[in-house]
């Protein structure tokens, strides 16, 4: 693994903030989910590790793309900014 990629444990902690800031705020509630089934593998089910999460690779590398090699996660800032953007424009959420 390159050594700009933190490691699960270090992404997973990087995650608790923005997922926690999403959850004081019931009102992004419905974006969030919509944004999230969509990032769901088609066919999930059929290829390890048969859950509904994301490609990992892809995952890391839209990270990569949107805040660089050196930051492991998006602040609370960034997540509810991306989400209010989202819900004021449905149609680009929902794909």
């Not at 892809?58 to 989202?86: C, H, I, N, Q």
């Amino acid at each position: 693994m390159p050594d700009h990629v933190p490691g699960p444990s270090r992404r997973l902690r990087g995650w608790s903030a923005p997922v926690l800031g999403v959850l004081v705020r019931p009102s992004l509630w419905p974006t969030a989910l919509v944004i999230v089934a969509g990032l769901v593998p088609r066919r999930w089910w059929a290829r390890r590790p048969w859950l509904p999460v994301p490609d990992r690779g892809w995952v890391e590398f839209r990270m990569v793309t949107a805040f660089g090699p050196e930051a492991p996660a998006p602040s609370v800032r960034d997540t509810v900014g991306y989400l209010r953007w989202a819900k004021a424009w449905p149609r680009v959420a929902r794909r």
